[in-house]
């Protein structure tokens, strides 16, 4: 976390990373009412990006390709599986899922934590 009187000479370049990250997270908690659209906006956004060179935000930005690569599969395997009346029960779990995955990175991001295994399926 950046705390008042921190600077360094590429304050410039983690800033701009930082703010990337913060709007991984608001595309995530986006997902769900939005009906998947941020999920697709976020997974373009960080699809052929490389992951920041600081561990911390690497670690976040790891954790939200892994979020949004999800999402993305869950809402397309949803609405084809709207046919066989399972596909509302997918998107739901889905929605939830994406919510608190995305509020739990979020809330470590605030405390200056790095996720531990942002690679696993669930937090």
């Known amino acids: 976390m950046v705390q008042p009187g921190d600077y360094t000479s590429n304050s410039g370049e983690a800033s701009a ?5 913060y709007a991984g997270y608001a595309l995530i908690l986006l997902a769900a009412p939005t009906f998947g659209v941020a ?8 699809w052929g990006r490389s992951a920041p ?20 599969c869950a809402i397309v395997a949803g609405a084809l ?3 066989v009346n399972l596909g509302v029960f997918v998107l739901f779990v889905m929605a939830v899922w994406t919510i608190v995955r995305g509020a739990l990175g979020l809330k470590d991001l605030l405390n200056g934590r790095p996720i531990a295994a942002p690679r696993r399926l669930f937090y």
């Open 53 to 72: 060179v600081d561990p911390m935000l690497r670690s976040h930005f790891i954790f939200q390709q892994r979020t949004l690569v999800a999402a993305v």
């Open 39 to 46: 999920a697709a906006i976020g997974l373009l956004r960080v």
């Open 17 to 21: 990373e930082l703010t990337g990250i």
């Open 81 to 83: 599986l709207i046919l």
